[in-house]
């Protein structure tokens, strides 16, 4: 029988393609909006809004939920209520819910050590230090789930990575992050319609408007299998809701 290549996993031709988890990390609540941690909420909720999908609370999954279809797949798209530390137990939930199997689940989350600006898709992986990613991966018992890193860049000085992931991005800043999140929204089409290694190959370089040497993206094209996880540092995030980001450090990251 002939088969085609989704979202990374291979299905019967003129089968319903299967349905996809689509999860943005970030923390709740108006206060985190604007975060540069939040970046996976914003692009999510850019998604919906292209595909005129409304997200409504879920209760059990302690998430804000859409479902739809962008084109020819049925998704789900969620953003976690329960802060970035514990966003595993709404992508647990909602995958044995809805029985999405990890290689159909993409998260789309910050990333420090990428420039503002740059997408780096992968199929699988470690957390990277990244305390939303520890939480699913140990709630799915899985890294085979895609992965959309969002650059965010290191922080400026000594600044400490765990107040500046919770700062809103700078206002000259503005444009690139907007052109981002779009691109980003394309990078989740992508995958969803073409699967993860030609989503690498489009998206896991410089924007055509950069400097950067194209080079230095040849470790992102689709013949790289494995997530370098070396270099990374951790992303620390409230569990639950603090006054102020200088006090949003995580006991034991």
Not at 170 to 176: H, K, W
Request: proline share 8%.
């Amino acid at each position: 029988m002939k088969t085609e290549l989704v979202a990374g996993r291979t299905t019967p031709a003129g089968d319903d393609p299967p349905l996809a988890l689509i999860v943005g990390l970030g923390n709740p609540g108006p206060e985190y909006a604007n975060h540069r941690h939040n970046i996976g909420f914003q692009i999510v909720q850019a998604l919906a809004a292209a595909h005129g999908l409304s997200f409504s609370r879920h209760k059990k999954a302690k998430a804000r939920v859409a479902e739809g279809r962008i084109g020819e797949r049925m998704v789900v798209l969620a953003k976690p209520q329960t802060f970035m530390n514990l966003s595993g137990k709404t992508v647990g939930r909602l995958s044995r819910e809805r029985e999405i199997p990890p290689e159909c689940i993409l998260v789309v989350h910050d990333d420090l050590d990428l420039p503002l600006g740059r997408l780096r898709a992968r199929p699988h992986g470690g957390s990277g230090g990244h305390n939303g990613l520890r939480s699913i991966i140990e709630s799915l018992g899985s890294r085979d789930f895609a992965r959309l890193r969002v650059g965010i860049d290191r922080p400026p000085g000594s600044l400490d990575p765990a107040d500046y992931v919770l700062q809103p991005f700078a206002s000259e800043d503005g444009p690139l992050v907007a052109e981002t999140i779009q691109r980003a929204v394309q990078a989740i089409e992508s995958w969803l319609a073409e699967g993860i290694a030609s989503t690498m190959d489009r998206f896991n370089r410089p924007p055509s408007n950069s400097n950067e040497d194209v080079q230095d993206e040849q470790d992102g094209t689709a013949g790289e299998a494995v997530e370098q996880d070396a270099g990374q540092h951790a992303l620390l995030s409230p569990s639950a809701p603090l006054p102020a980001p200088s006090s949003s450090r995580e006991n034991g990251a």
